[in-house]
């Protein structure tokens, strides 16, 4: 099994910016991707970033880029979202989770098997 621990989320204002960070432990895969979703209340759950541990390849969702950006550290099988700019609209629970396959990244939430407890980010007007 794999356990995806998240940093405690936070809240700050419009502009601002925060940090996510996400730890995996347990089975290991040779390549894996690690991806961040967010679901605001009334909402599905969203792609937002994603990155391929091995190659560092990534992706973003359009509403994120040049804001957002997703980094790993393989020493220590952990993943960043960097929030800049924040805005409003960002607001929801963060959810970061692990697709072990070797497929291309995927923003589809049914492509990953682990995920994480989800962290509140809070962006004030």
């Known amino acids: 099994q794999v356990q995806l621990v998240e940093s405690v989320g936070g809240a700050d204002q419009a502009g601002g910016s925060l940090r996510l960070s996400c730890a995996a432990s347990g089975r290991t895969f040779s390549s894996y991707v690690m991806g961040w979703f967010r679901q605001a209340p009334g909402k599905e759950r969203e792609f937002v970033a994603a990155i391929r541990r091995s190659t560092g390849s990534t992706r973003y969702a359009d509403s994120v880029k040049g804001r957002f950006t997703i980094s790993r550290d393989n020493a220590k099988n952990t993943v960043y979202l960097q929030m800049n700019s924040l805005k409003p609209e960002d607001t929801a629970v963060y959810y970061c989770?692990?697709?072990?396959?070797?497929?291309?990244?995927?923003?589809?939430?049914?492509?990953?098997?682990?995920w994480g407890q989800g962290t509140q980010v809070t962006v004030s007007s």
């Open positions: 989770a692990l697709d072990p396959s070797l497929s291309a990244i995927s923003s589809s939430p049914n492509r990953y098997d682990y």
